[in-house]
């Protein structure tokens, strides 16, 4: 079955500071999405990416997508309190039941002010 | 638009007692999914339904039932409840292949 590891599970930076989460797929990708979830809050959908070599931008936010769709980076620009929250990767469940998601764990991204 | 909504927010129950969580989009979106996150174990599907009709177990359905009843709502349902179910519950919806779109969740203690 497929599973996506994602890394680091904890981050705490500076308020300014550039970040980088990164997610990784035991199988090749064909839709790869990133959502944040705030405590005791729902997912929030941030991007999705299919295509290798994709990219794709929200303001300070970018996401990325390797040639080879195993792995997926985001990128976060001078950091601010309010992108504070957890960071989940999604990938399309080709294996499983029809049309579900399976996610990573999770990254917790403290931010400092 | 309301999205995805969920009720309620927080329960509390007792093992053995019995609830239903609901769930209802006004999104027009033929699937519908039930999640539960728990720590360190990410989410995890426990049933979804295809369309309105239809019903399918997820990873970890043992424990919970559902029920589709029209294409807005879609509930689960625990027939005893177990501390093993202590747990934040999420609905989501999809439209085809498109993004999966979620509630804001139901935070279950089971005592």
């Known amino acids: 079955s497929q599973e996506l590891e994602q890394s680091p599970q904890s981050l705490i930076v500076q308020e300014g500071k550039n970040l980088t989460i990164n997610c990784t797929s035991s199988k090749t990708l064909y839709g790869l999405y990133w959502y944040k979830q705030k405590y005791g809050e729902g997912l929030i959908f941030l991007m999705m990416l299919q295509k290798g070599g994709e990219e794709k931008s929200h303001e300070k936010i970018t996401a990325k997508l390797d040639e080879k769709k195993q792995q997926s980076s985001l990128h976060i620009t001078a950091s601010q309190p309010s992108h504070a929250g957890i960071y989940l990767c999604g990938a399309e469940n080709y294996g499983g039941s029809q049309g579900n998601l399976i996610f990573g764990k999770g990254t917790k991204l403290s931010v400092k002010p | 638009n309301a999205g995805v909504t969920q009720t309620p927010k927080f329960q509390v129950l007792k093992t053995g007692q019995s609830m239903t969580l609901q769930c209802a989009q006004d999104?027009?979106?033929?699937?519908m999914y039930w999640y539960r996150q728990d720590p360190g174990m990410g989410l995890r599907l426990i049933y979804y339904?295809?369309?309105?009709?239809?019903?399918d177990k997820g990873e970890v359905p043992n424990g919970y039932n559902v029920s589709r009843l029209n294409k807005r709502e879609f509930s689960l349902r625990l027939e005893s409840a177990a501390p093993s179910q202590t747990s934040v519950y999420f609905c989501?919806?999809?439209?085809?292949?498109?993004?999966?779109?979620f509630g804001p969740g139901t935070r279950l203690l089971v005592l």
């Open positions: 339904s295809a369309s309105e009709g239809t019903t």
């Open positions: 989501a919806t999809r439209r085809g292949l498109e993004t999966q779109y």
């Open positions: 999104m027009n979106h033929n699937s």
